[in-house]
């Protein structure tokens, strides 16, 4: 029988052990909470005094940014309690994970006290970061250490998907599934199995590569601004970049996790490296340990009533306003969209015997380097390249790992360059030259090989059971149809799915046009359609160029034209004969959001950002979301609660003038985006699967209507008229005076009001869909016609943050 896990106990409430049990919160788990008494307390001291220190670290994970739980309720899941009280409550959890101080007599001494309340069969997990998970469970039974194991969560653990599992010397394979498969289905984890080594796998290479850079720092002559120019989103890694991350990491963990390396990796060839820089000794002397001290590499200081940067001269050791770096190779590399493309062109002219600017020169000892210790680490760390490649994408954010990064460079004229300057290629790497392969990964009709380092044979990479992935369905040849900005997809058993793939997935003809043949198709060929897409955001709503463009053109009737057109797709998929799921994921903002709001289902990525966000560009949502959102208001009023619509508009008026975005999908569900029947995905991976079974699932579905054309009759809708609108009106008048809302923002959100009240209407009556699509329309058309609605949206094109003017 498959083992469950329904409830949990976390030992520890610093950041991550309280990161850690909200995080299970989010995903429905009950969770006990516990950490020590506070010291030199009175025996008989109440239990508010015995819990103050698991108390602070709970609350300050409810107040923590990035928030760590989706909603601020779901904190009320965990319980609190310490570990001389409460400990016999382990009996009760069915998984208990260890999260204190990295100190191994520590962990040892609370696991034997563990053991005493442990129910048998639970599994026991320890979430170090470098300790051996065999010597921290050393001496417990042999019952104890068959449901044991590491589980390395990387913190803030909602937001970054990687799990480090890592097998003791007697852990159950039943237990490593149990762990394996929960982490993937409930917590949305991507999950990879380690050797008990030094720091793992992430943290090993990680680590690694930021030292590297370092030295390099220093070799070459950088500044702090250089290097994090080329070491973020030029290759393919995140914003923060080196320092940035450092900073907000801090210096102190960095130094703990690098001096942990040193003395347990004796035969580590690199060993050297991983000595604390004399840069960094000298910052933490100093006390510079990144964000959680007000400086770092980076430094905070306010000026003339606005926030500055400056940054450190690791020269001076003082900070100056930041330098922009500017290389040529880098802002060349600004055009090309593909990761692997970017790197090869940015690598090219080494590669070719040239020396390159600065910036090259750089890249390609930083980026060589790692690729060729990654190499030289397994297997001592991993039998798996997948497993490597994965643990830096998930645990560090970057786009490609170290081996997808070699064979992106090309492997044969990187171990040229590597032997041509002397340098030794890593046994794994003359291997796979040896088979005749010249790359890691090899793909085919969809189908992924990569080279099996103890075989040194082609192996399947398998996609987890129940994951569907786009790409590999289309090179498999199942795309059915296709333009510039959507393709169709069969993804079997009568599903066909239409996925956005232009840039950021903004709305434009042709993506309307694809959900129109989608429809069409549906009709004819399939049994349901899923709207799904594996980019970073679902879609960021309308081409705000093109309407920028047509509004100064004074393209009226073009405009007029294009969000009707857009208003009809909508309704065509509300009235869709068969069911149409929605599957957003990331940003789903402003005719992303209308979409979704009319579908039968939505499935929302547990990171789904929703919200009609118009508003912050001087509009209002014109493709039927506001219509829907009223629509929303007569359901919710019309459920049978203590309320009436009056107040049930409220809200709604609320969140769309505000242009409110959830920050999580249950956040998009408390706003009203997503309904109580509508469904969450953990794992973002595993989306487009569950929207398709949610699209399969849906028997006896019925359509709103029979089908939908233009001027059909559809949904009525009850609207209030100068009841609602007199009371909006007020209260914007109060935001205005209260310096919350600029004149500008009250114009708006008077045309708002009243497009929600169903216009000018001196009582309540019912209107029909289109009626109120009418309405949005004109009001949308109108404010494009507004110039400082065209200032906020070119404002918003330059910067990408809302002007208020």
């Known amino acids: 029988m498959k083992r469950r896990i329904e409830k949990a106990v976390v030992l520890g409430a610093g950041t991550m052990g309280s990161r850690i049990a909200a995080h299970f919160a989010n995903a429905g788990l009950p969770c006990i909470l516990l950490d020590i008494v506070p010291p030199n ?3 008989d001291a109440p239990a508010a005094e015995r819990n103050k220190i698991v108390r602070a670290g709970l609350e300050a994970a409810k107040k923590s940014k990035p928030a760590a739980f989706f909603t601020a309720s779901l904190a009320e899941r965990v319980a609190i309690g310490n570990f001389e009280d409460d400990l016999p409550r382990c009996a009760e959890a069915d998984w208990i994970i260890e999260v204190v101080a990295e100190n191994l007599e520590i962990k040892r001494k609370l696991l034997s006290r563990v053991a005493q309340y442990r129910k048998p069969g639970a599994i026991v997990t320890t979430n170090t970061s470098g300790l051996p998970v065999r010597l921290i469970a050393e001496g417990l039974n042999d019952e104890f250490q068959q449901h ?3 589980t390395h969560f990387f913190n803030p653990p909602r937001y970054l998907k990687l799990v480090e599992l890592i097998p003791g010397p007697k852990t159950s394979p039943e237990v490593m599934d149990t762990l394996a498969d929960f982490c993937d ?9 380690a050797k008990d080594t030094p720091n793992f796998i992430a943290n090993r290479i990680g680590t690694f590569s930021m030292l590297n850079v370092l030295r390099l720092m220093g070799t070459l002559g950088m500044t702090v601004e250089e290097v994090d120019a080329c070491t973020g989103p030029a290759i393919g890694q995140p914003k923060s970049a080196t320092f940035r991350t450092a900073d907000i990491v801090g210096l102190d963990v960095l130094v703990h996790v690098v001096k942990n390396i040193y003395e347990s990796v004796a035969n580590d060839e690199s060993r050297e490296m991983y000595r604390v820089p004399a840069l960094v000794e000298e910052m933490m002397r100093r006390g510079w340990l990144g964000d959680k001290t007000g400086q770092g590499f980076y430094k905070r200081v306010k000026g003339d009533g606005e926030k500055e940067i400056l940054a450190l001269d690791v020269h001076t050791m003082e900070y100056r306003p930041r330098q922009k770096a500017r290389f040529a190779s ?9 990761t692997g493309q970017r790197l090869r062109a940015l690598l090219g002219p080494v590669l070719e015997g040239q020396k390159g600017d600065k910036a090259q020169q750089f890249l390609w000892a930083s980026i060589s380097e790692t690729c060729l210790y990654a190499a030289r680490r397994v297997p001592e760390i991993s039998d798996s390249v997948v497993d490597v490649d994965r643990a830096m994408r998930w645990g560090f954010g970057w ?4 081996f997808e990064v070699t064979d992106a460079i090309g492997v044969k004229p990187f171990a040229e360059q590597v032997q041509k300057e002397g340098r030794a290629l890593p046994a794994v790497v003359e291997k796979l030259l040896a088979s005749g392969r010249n790359a890691f990964y090899q793909s085919a009709k969809g189908e992924t090989t990569v080279f099996d380092i103890g075989s040194g044979a082609a192996k399947k990479v398998e996609a987890p059971s129940g994951v569907l992935v786009l790409k590999s369905l289309k090179d498999a040849g199942r795309e059915v149809e296709r333009n510039s900005g959507a393709s169709l997809i069969d993804l079997g058993d009568g599903v066909v799915c239409c996925e956005f793939h232009a840039k950021m ?7 309307i046009a694809m959900l129109h043949k989608g429809l069409k198709r549906l009709g004819s060929d399939f049994d ?10 679902f879609s960021v709503g309308a081409n705000l160029m093109l309407v920028l463009v047509a509004a100064q053109e004074q393209e009226w009737d073009e405009i007029h034209m294009a969000v009707k057109q857009f208003q009809n797709v909508n309704l065509a998929l509300k009235y869709a004969p068969k069911p149409v799921v929605a599957a957003p994921q990331g940003m789903a903002l402003g005719g992303g959001c209308e979409i979704g709001l009319h579908t039968a289902r939505m499935q929302a990525a547990a990171e789904a950002y929703i919200g009609l966000v118009e508003a912050g560009v001087g509009l209002i949502p014109g493709g039927g979301g506001t219509k829907e959102m009223l629509i929303r208001a007569n359901e919710h009023a019309a459920s049978g609660e203590d309320l009436d619509l009056f107040h049930a508009l409220r809200p709604i008026f609320e969140t769309i003038a505000m242009a409110k975005v959830g920050t999580s999908a249950e956040e998009s569900r408390d706003l009203g985006f997503l309904r109580r029947e509508d469904g969450v995905s953990m794992n973002r991976e595993r989306l487009v699967a569950d929207a398709k079974d949610v699209a399969l699932a849906r028997g006896g579905y019925k359509p709103a209507a029979a089908s939908w054309q233009e001027g059909a009759q559809t949904t009525q809708i009850k609207v209030l008229g100068e009841q609602f609108l007199a009371a909006a009106k007020l209260a914007i008048h109060l935001l205005v005076r209260g310096g919350y809302a600029s004149e500008y923002d009250a114009h708006v959100a ?3 009001a009243n497009m929600l009240a169903g216009g000018v209407l001196t009582a309540p009556q019912m209107v029909s869909e289109q009626y109120v699509l009418d309405l949005e329309r004109e009001a949308f058309v109108s404010l494009c016609g507004e110039k400082k609605t065209q200032e906020r949206i070119g404002y918003m094109l330059k910067n990408g943050k809302p002007l208020r003017n």
Do not use: H, S, T, Y
Not at 185 to 193: A, E, H, I, Q, T
Not at 330 to 338: R, S, T
Not at 528 to 537: L, P
């Open 185 to 193: 289905r409930r917590l949305g984890k991507g999950v990879v199995v």
């Open 41 to 43: 307390l009175a025996a």
């Open 528 to 537: 349901a359609m899923v709207i799904a897409n594996d980019a970073v955001n």
């Open 330 to 338: 880098i802002e060349g590399g600004k055009a090309i969209e593909d």
């Open 399 to 402: 786009e490609l790992g170290p």
């Open 750 to 752: 008077r045309k708002l």
């Open 148 to 150: 044991w194991a590491g």
């Open 505 to 511: 997935n903004a709305i434009g003809a042709d993506l």
